[in-house]
């Protein structure tokens, strides 16, 4: 199986039984063609057509964004992710979510984000910043911090509590990564 439809079909997994729309479904599998395939034509014509679907979604990212299996879209609107920012497996991104870069002072960069994150509805990450695994970003939060593993996190500044299974009931169908 090639590699861009394995990610595919992973992502599409996390949806379950939920009648996931059309719109979605093509971002995805754009988004996943973006990031694995190499042939230059197929490679162009699938570009043309990511930016397309990008547009109609309001979502800005960057087709060879590393973003690992069983991504999660909640409701696709207004979502930013920069380009060299890097998201592990499982998790779940809302409307109005931006994953930025600093460009200056101590945390000059981008996020990196852990597996089995939930990212809550307008919430902004930015600056060279470590999500770690089973994390809660509550909505409307600003993080501009690292975040220990098990944690949940809220507010602005961030107000970090620790939780054992954190994200529980709220990454669900999460993919098995082998």
């Known amino acids: ?44 014509v699938n570009r043309f057509l990511f930016k397309k679907i990008k547009q109609r979604l309001n979502i800005e990212i960057f087709g060879k964004t590393l973003i690992g299996k069983g991504l999660y879209i909640g409701h696709p609107f207004g979502i930013t992710i920069n380009d060299g920012a890097k998201i592990g497996n499982n998790c779940n991104i809302h409307r109005g979510v931006l994953i930025g870069q600093e460009n200056r002072g101590a945390r000059k960069g981008v996020p990196t984000i852990g597996n089995e994150v939930w990212i809550g509805v307008n919430s902004a990450l930015v600056g060279k910043i470590t999500i770690g695994d089973d994390v809660l970003i509550a909505p409307n939060s600003f993080i501009n911090c690292d975040i220990p593993s098990h944690s949940i996190v809220f507010g602005n500044p961030c107000i970090i509590k620790h939780k054992d299974n954190a994200t529980e009931n709220y990454i669900n169908n999460k993919v098995i990564i082998e």
Do not use: A, P, V
């Open 1 to 44: 199986m090639q590699k861009w439809k394995e990610y595919y079909l992973k992502d599409l997994s996390r949806y379950g039984s939920k009648k996931i729309d059309k719109e979605k479904k093509r971002f995805l599998k754009y988004f996943r063609k973006c990031q694995f395939l190499s042939n230059k034509l197929s490679s162009l």
